[in-house]
């Protein structure tokens, strides 16, 4: 099967190549994680690489993610690239919903157009959490799994951002991890008296013999470098 490349390299060798193409992986982690800066810069490097993605912000307007991103080391690439989508497009397309009553099918005409556009073949939606805050979810696991189904549909490899509310207990009975073929998890943990370090480790990924250890994770010159954590 087809992988993406997370374009990190020790992600990417404990995938055994990267992402298997379809896969909907969920990014989850506690604020401050660099979950955004993760899936923008997966693809942000796609793009770079022929492979074009839409992100879609739900968080922050479109213009603060892609001046964000630049200052991280990430130059705005031309929409046909890497076309940041925002809340306020969403909720632009949702007003028809009076009408149509399923944001579901809305939605999917949205980012069909931008595919119809664009071409484009990876998604993020940033984040799980204010999708539940902005649209009425009647039968969450069900209109999830429709959700995602119209993604994988339209030629997508869906990445999910997840946030845990910060020194939440483990994750449980999540809504959205019973549809996920692949969990990858970022966590900040403490070194030594003071220190905080940052850490990645993929949980579960489909299609992939996968490394379940942990790498911790810099941020480096516009790239991550994930380096295999060695326990002491
Ligand atoms: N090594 C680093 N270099 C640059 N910025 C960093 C670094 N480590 C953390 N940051 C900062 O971390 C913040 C959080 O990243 P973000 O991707 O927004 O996290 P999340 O989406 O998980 O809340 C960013 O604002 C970024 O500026
Ligand atoms: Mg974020």
Redesign the pocket.
Known sequence: MASISTYVAGLDKALDGGIPEGNTVLIV??????????A?SVLHRNAMNGTPGLFVSL?QPASDVVQ?MA??GMPPLPEDKLYVMDMSQLRLALRDKEKEKDWIKILSKLFEEAVNAGGYRLFVL??LEVLYAIVEFKEVRRELFHFVGMLKELGFTPLL?A?VPLGAPAREGRPEDFLADGIIL?EQFPVGAMGVQ?RMRCVKMRGSHHDRGYFLI???GGKFLATKAIQQ
């Not at 982690?29 to 993760?38: D, E, Q, Y």
């Open positions: 982690g506690g604020p401050g994680t660099m979950k955004s800066t993760f923008y968080e964000k200052a991280l940033d984040s951002v946030e970022l940052l810099d941020w480096e």
